[in-house]
């Protein structure tokens, strides 16, 4: 039996390798509560401002014909980019465990959404978040402690996992949070705030599940993002009900389409960067 040529053999390492990647990514952190964080004074009116992190938007953000905010990365100014790290660090120079519940949902989610957009600018250009740090077995930036906050480090995980949805148990937080891929529910254009929070997510759910990235069907197919997938359990306890919880927030004949379906269920997912063209 012949040995394999060393070109083949490569071919054959870097199929594996792409396999492997794509099912690391798709490996969902469960939700873990970091206690440190879990305190809040109700009490308080203090508010955060965001008007930093709204400009920004304004300027780069656009909205693309087929429902999907992307990012100008390109076009960012050295300047600007300097502006949103002043952001960042502002929000870490902030005990979010002083202001009320409200106030530190739209704290993180900003947070969040800001400092993934900043990893993306430091790396750019990129093909894709999952090039960006991590390692063979944690492919993107996700685990890395990036932040420092009451003398805690934090990473991107941390907040969305250890922090957003063991505290809130929110579903919709999965629509708010933006991982810069085309897949991933939108970057909204207006910020997280204390008073809108409630309806942003509502919003951001209804944008998501009616856009076909988010829920497509084509005849007896149901096609759904993997988010659903690699987070059911936030949605439901199985898939019956996570296509009644999707319904929740489908127009109506999409909403009368997933309750019905009875068949078998797709998924999938687009990582390449959300990046305005």
């Known amino acids: 039996m012949l040995a394999p040529?060393?070109?083949?053999?490569?071919?054959?390492?870097?199929?594996?390798?792409?396999?492997?990647?794509?099912?690391?990514?798709?490996?969902?952190?469960?939700?873990?509560?970091?206690?440190?964080?879990?305190?809040?004074?109700?009490?308080?009116?203090?508010?955060?401002?965001?008007?930093?992190?709204?400009?920004?938007?304004?300027?780069?953000?656009?909205?693309d014909d087929s429902g999907v905010n992307l990012l100008k990365y390109r076009d960012v100014s050295d300047a600007d980019h300097q502006a949103l790290k002043s952001y960042l660090n502002t929000l870490q120079a902030i005990d979010p465990r002083q202001y009320n519940r409200a106030q530190q949902m739209a704290y993180w989610i900003n947070l969040y959404n800001a400092l993934t957009v900043d990893i993306v600018l430091d790396a750019y250009p990129v093909k894709s978040i999952l090039k960006i740090d991590g390692s063979f077995f944690s492919p993107g930036p996700w685990n890395k402690k990036t932040l420092k906050i009451s003398n805690q480090k934090l990473s991107l995980n941390d907040i969305e996992h250890g922090i957003l949805r063991p505290i809130w148990k929110d579903s919709r937080i999965h629509y708010a949070v933006n991982c810069a891929s085309y897949s991933c529910p939108n970057l909204r254009a207006t910020v997280y705030t204390a008073e809108n929070v409630d309806d942003q997510l509502t919003l951001a759910a209804k944008d998501y599940i009616n856009n076909p990235r988010g829920v497509a069907v084509d005849g007896k197919d149901l096609l759904l993002s993997k988010i659903f997938d690699w987070y059911q359990i936030d949605f439901g306890n199985n898939e019956r009900e996570l296509l009644n919880t999707l319904a929740n927030y489908a127009a109506p004949e999409l909403a009368e389409r997933l309750r019905k379906h009875d068949g078998d269920i797709d998924y999938d997912y687009d990582w390449s960067l959300n990046e305005a063209k």
Not at 31 to 54: G, K, M
Request: avoid cysteine.
């Open 5 to 63: 040529s060393n070109t083949l053999l490569r071919q054959l390492l870097v199929g594996v390798s792409l396999i492997f990647l794509a099912h690391t990514a798709s490996a969902a952190p469960r939700a873990e509560l970091i206690d440190f964080w879990l305190a809040s004074d109700e009490r308080s009116s203090r508010v955060i401002d965001h008007q930093a992190w709204q400009d920004f938007l304004d300027h780069y953000l656009v909205a």
